[in-house]
């Protein structure tokens, strides 16, 4: 991994010291999240006049898969709040820039559409309730899909026009606090209906040409590996990840991403069909990803089936991570 990744030991130490109180609290606690707005660690992919990291996407994967590497929770929150973030990219230019003068902005989502939006008065009458939305507790706004004349159209939400109700009672990333939300019937302006796609951008750098499923594919793959990776290690298992089947198909996903992330800078397109390929990817990667896992814990003692346990706490996590729909093997 490049040096401008890895994180430096005390990080890695204050991150590891809150995961357990994080995860017994069920959220990120407030120095986690402090943590997380000083390293800017939301804004990865934005570029610097949007306030951002300006992280090439391939650099950008090999941070959040470290992150997951220390914290799970820490990184999976990071990941899902990152990609609504990038969301940015495709607002109305005005509402953007209002946006930016909030200190703290934190916008957690859904992508399932779970509510109806019908055009009045110059912008939306809406209403709906989304099942999950990571780090929605300590979200400043909320993007959320919505029906609209027979399409799926997104919207943005203010925090004070959402109602949060706790129903996140997995066995793993419990830190994540990934309650569910909804909105009242209510209207909101116009500005806040956006669409998703490699066109409708409203900022020219290449980042927001990136079609969201690849995005999403690659992001959330990279965060099974990285759990892996740390699972590894607190096994003391004498073995090279490198030589490992998983680590090679994560080593073939980043690639990939590399060579997508030129065609964007080329100005051109992901096609469709490279689109898929690198979801049925990300897919692969995290079938050997829990494969790898599990003959490393089915070997272990006592020690891994303990909560309390990091192992244990980093098999859970993953596991509960892979149920991602973008992850689990639908066929």
């Keep these: 991994m490049k040096k401008e990744h890895v994180l430096n030991a005390d990080l890695v130490a204050d991150i590891r010291g809150h995961a357990q109180e994080a995860e017994l609290r069920g959220t990120l ?98 209403e709906g309730s989304w099942p999950h939305a990571t780090g929605a507790g300590n979200a400043t706004h909320f993007s959320a899909n919505l029906c609209l004349k027979g399409d799926m159209a997104a919207f943005l939400f203010y925090a004070d026009e959402v109602e949060l109700f706790s129903n996140w009672t997995t066995m793993g990333m419990k830190a994540t606090a990934s309650h569910g939300f909804r909105v009242r019937p209510q209207w909101i302006p116009a500005n806040r209906f956006f669409r998703i796609n490699p066109s409708a951008y409203t900022h020219p750098d290449p980042v927001f040409r990136c079609p969201f499923e690849l995005l999403a594919a690659y992001t959330l793959a990279v965060n099974t590996s990285g759990m892996a990776s740390r699972f590894a290690e607190l096994a003391g298992v004498q073995l090279s990840l490198p030589e490992t089947e998983f680590y090679q198909e994560r080593n073939r996903l980043l690639e990939n991403a590399r060579r997508h992330w030129q065609t964007l800078q080329a100005g051109n397109q992901v096609s469709p069909t490279e689109v898929q390929e690198s979801s049925r990817q990300a ?28 192992i244990n706490r980093v098999w859970r996590n993953l596991h509960t991570a892979a149920l991602h729909p973008l992850l689990r093997k639908l066929s």
Excluded at 85 to 92: D, P, V
Excluded at 287 to 305: E, I, K, S
């Design 29 to 126: 606690s407030a120095a986690e999240w402090e943590l997380v707005h000083q390293q800017n660690w939301l804004n990865l992919y934005l570029p610097a006049d949007m306030k951002g990291m300006g992280l090439a996407l391939p650099d950008a994967l090999l941070k959040l898969e470290q992150l997951a590497a220390v914290d799970a929770s820490l990184g999976w929150t990071v990941t899902l709040c990152s990609g609504a973030h990038w969301f940015l990219g495709f607002l109305e230019k005005d509402l953007r820039s209002a946006l930016f003068i909030k200190d703290r902005l934190c916008i957690a989502g859904s992508g399932d559409a779970g509510g109806t939006a019908v055009p009045l008065d110059g912008g939306y009458w809406v």
């Design 283 to 310: 897919r692969q990667l995290t079938a050997l990803v829990l494969r790898f896992v599990q003959d490393l814990y089915a070997g272990m003692g006592l020690r891994a089936a303990r909560e309390e346990q990091e």
